[in-house]
């Protein structure tokens, strides 16, 4: 049996089962749609009205629970069986990549993420675990869309343009610190990205609550964007812990490597950009007087330097220092 | 940034009033306040990501000298200012130290301040509870036919299992807060960052870093003068140097041969020596490998390259030796195409120099020039141009790895063609004009070590994991405030939430309200069971 060409062939099965479920998550994003049409009609004056006072403000007679859904909307039978059948999908094609990342692990015989192709496609299954298990308790159907695309994405660069056949490793990364570093930078990462996908949503639903537009859609079922803030923020909160380990577990492991923990390579620069600017977003957010859009714009810069670090920092040749495990080119 | 406004001086000297002057002391106390501000602390920080970016963009001179070298060579418009404004040395430039030394004043003056505060805090008790609960975040009411006293009973047991610091201010309220970790948690944060820094200055001061390249079968002492570089901290004695010796027995390397995309990719280092704590002192076998430093006083012994010693001989025309060592040659690329140089200062009349290159898999037909087909010693080769004339012009110190040619003219063969050599191990070349042979003996390995000392890794390592349990405590502990107010149930009472009090006894109608800081998911979960555990008891009875 040939471990590496069945991980392969798991990941392309994976990709498939995402593309339905990417297929499904619309289907239910168009079931919620038409719905919001008739609930707004008769709801809009209390939207707005609960919009103007806004969600804090002292002296609402009736306050609603910042998590629930947008005001006026019941979530149909038919959008909830959608959604449901998305995320079992969802699940299946997360499956299959985890068995596709650990059969390549197995195949390699070491941590799986060795070069940019095994990076790229564990830290797609980071994402697809993270996704799996926190959206059905907080019904995050409407996210799908936002985040199985995504994976795809990423997926599919890993097979086009990355891809490596299964090897041993550099010496500098044979070391448990790659398991840990590494590994705890791809759930951080994880969250960044569902963090990422609710920020963008948040700037638009924001956007729409404030200049509410003439037709509803989707967007306007879905939680308030207060809600939306929160939660990204929390998610962001957990991303950041987990990053400024990662960035304290790579120090040791280059004290170990190399004999220095620090010596600002270039990857060890743009972790610590990265781990700077969710700072600032983190300080910002508990600054009085900066507003929660003005926060998540930083937080959304962070995410650019995520990803950033992940590609150009791997690639290019300027930024090549003694990171240089790419294995591409 | 920011828009907080100078304050005005408590006692006016002019009586100008659309002119507030400020005074010396003043402008200070005013520029600290700036400076301590979450807004400049927030504006610093974005700053400090932006200004560290260069650093990965351009070489860097602490990374790689070279390549800084072969930048400004290529772009000989631009770098000069590059240079002048510190892109190729980022992280030690003025503008990036101002950045972070801002940060860090700014960070101890609000630390400061702020564990005083919360030092207070901690002293005191909570708040007395707000008239009307009901405008807070979390509300909640419940009837109950317990007593008063009953109902703050039930209350204070529960938000004690949920260790809530509680104080009643009187008989028919109860105040309750936690999550003072929280503050706690932040300020370990914001101090640990500062022991990080304080480690990494220690680190500059007293540490040290020597390199040395050793052949297979040499030996070593440490000392100031034995190390090829070494860069000892501003407060280091180089006199103190703990004084090892550490011969190289042997280096295993070895490459992945499998063809496809990771030939030629090292697969393993490991250097097999000898280990004596000081001259004379019993030796030990120590294995140093990449990941696995050695230890000794203190100092982590690293291999960090490896590389081809080429054994060259040279001899005058009566067969004298007048050199003969074993000679690094540095890799250049992957396949570990290598340059060094052979100085001969004894050869006469004029000194001689050779330099070039070896070639451990050598591509046979030099079409595209000297190249290596492959890092291991397959078929090794050493390539080399010879120079004579004055080694060292103008006696000024020199690099053992480059030959000054100013005042060389290279060696060339009867038709007036430069002489070039090109050896297999064991083979000889006579330099044209009876100027003596050159052999090739055989090849050895060298490993590239360094030696380094960071008597501040400790207290950076340890302020790190505070940091991060700071962090932890700061960020998801939530501070919260709880009260209770109980009141007799009077007409209108009834139906709030449970129908009791229809049967004559006494009822109380608790009033449960929760308040916090941040957005906190969690708070209502503790109004609730306040509330349930009250209802619960309604119900028994
Ligand atoms: C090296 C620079 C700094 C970094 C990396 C940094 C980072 C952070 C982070 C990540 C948080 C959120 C974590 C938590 O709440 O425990 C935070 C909170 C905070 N920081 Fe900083 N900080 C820095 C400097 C400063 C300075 C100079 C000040 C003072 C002006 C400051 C004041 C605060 C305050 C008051 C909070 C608490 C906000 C709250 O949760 O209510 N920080 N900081």
Known sequence: MNLASNANAALYASMIVYTLAMLAFTWHLAARAPQVADSKVAERAEVREDVLVGAGAPGTPERRSPYAAAPGFEESRESRQRGNIALMLTYLGTALLVASVLMRGLAVSRPPWGNMFEFATAGAAAVGVAYSVLAKRNNWQWLGVFVVGPILLVQGLALTVLYTEAGELMPALKSYWLAIHVSVAFIAVAFFTIAFAIGIVYLVRLHREEKPPAKPNFMESLPSSAALERTAYTLNMVAFILWTFTLIAGAIWAKQAWGAYWQWDPKEVWTFVIWTVYAAYMHSRATAGVDHRKSMLIALVGFVCVIINFTLVNLVSTFVGMHNYSGVG | ?541
């Open chain 2, 1 to 541: 940034m920011t828009t907080e406004t100078p304050p005005r001086p408590r006692k006016r000297t002019q009586p100008d009033p659309s002119l507030p002057k400020l005074s010396a002391m003043g402008w200070v106390r005013w520029a600290w306040r700036q400076l301590t501000s979450m807004r400049t602390a927030l504006f610093l920080l974005l700053l400090l990501s932006v200004a560290a970016v260069p650093g990965s963009i351009f070489p860097q001179r602490n990374i790689d000298a070279g390549r800084v070298a072969d930048y400004i060579a290529q772009n000989p418009t631009t770098s000069p200012w590059l240079d002048r404004l510190g892109f190729f040395a980022v992280y030690s430039s003025p503008w990036f130290s101002a950045i972070y030394l801002l940060l860090f004043v700014s960070l101890v003056g609000c630390i400061v301040p702020r564990t005083k505060v919360h030092v207070a805090a901690l002293r005191a008790t909570p708040p007395r509870a707000p008239a009307r609960l009901s405008r807070l975040d979390e509300h909640a009411e419940v009837v109950t036919d317990l007593s008063q006293d009953e109902a703050l009973a039930v209350a204070r047991e529960v938000l004690r299992g949920k260790r809530f610091r509680l104080h009643s201010h009187d008989s028919t309220s109860l105040s309750g807060e936690s999550g003072y970790l929280r503050e706690t948690g932040n300020l370990v944060f914001h101090l640990a960052l500062t022991g990080i820094i304080v480690g990494m200055a220690v680190g500059h001061v007293f540490g040290w870093r020597g390199d040395i390249i050793l052949a297979e079968g040499d030996k070593f002492a440490s000392s100031a003068g034995t190390y090829n570089t070494i860069s000892p901290g501003p407060w280091v004695d180089t006199e103190t140097l703990p004084p090892f010796v550490l011969g190289l027995d042997r280096l295993d390397v070895q490459f992945n041969e499998a063809p496809g995309r990771g030939f030629g990719m090292p697969k393993e280092f490991t250097a097999y020596t000898t280990l004596q704590r000081e001259p004379g002192a019993p030796a030990t076998k120590e294995s140093v490998s990449v990941n696995h430093p050695i230890t000794v006083d203190g100092a982590d012994i690293f291999l960090l390259g490896n590389g081809y010693t080429p054994v060259i001989t040279v001899r005058d025309a009566k067969g004298e030796i007048l050199y003969r060592e074993a000679t690094p040659f540095l890799p250049q690329d992957g396949n570990y195409r290598s340059v060094g140089v052979i100085k001969v200062p004894s050869a006469s009349p004029k000194q001689l120099g050779l330099t070039g290159f070896f070639l451990p898999t050598a591509e046979p037909t030099f079409i595209h020039g000297p190249a290596s087909l492959f890092p291991d010693a397959k078929n090794p080769e050493v390539a080399l141009s010879i120079w004579e004339g004055n080694l060292f012009p103008g006696d000024a110190p020199q690099s053992v790895y480059t030959l000054n040619t100013d005042e060389m003219k290279q060696v060339t063969k009867a038709d007036g063609s430069p002489a070039l050599i090109r050896l297999k191990p064991g083979q000889t070349y006579e330099i044209p004009g009876g100027r003596g042979t050159v052999t090739f003996d055989s090849v050895k390995r060298f490993a590239g070590l360094s030696v380094r000392t960071d008597p501040g890794a400790p207290i950076s390592l340890v302020s790190a994991i505070l940091a991060t349990a700071g962090l932890i405590l700061g960020l998801t502990i939530k501070r919260r405030r709880v009260f209770v107010r109980v009141r007799p149930a009077g007409p209108g009472a009834a139906g709030v939430d449970s129908p009791s009090g229809d049967d004559g006894r006494p009822a109380t109608v608790v009033s449960i309200g929760g308040l916090s800081k941040d957005s906190d998911a969690g708070l209502a979960a503790i109004v609730a069971a306040v509330h349930d555990r009250l209802a619960e008891r309604n119900d028994r009875s």
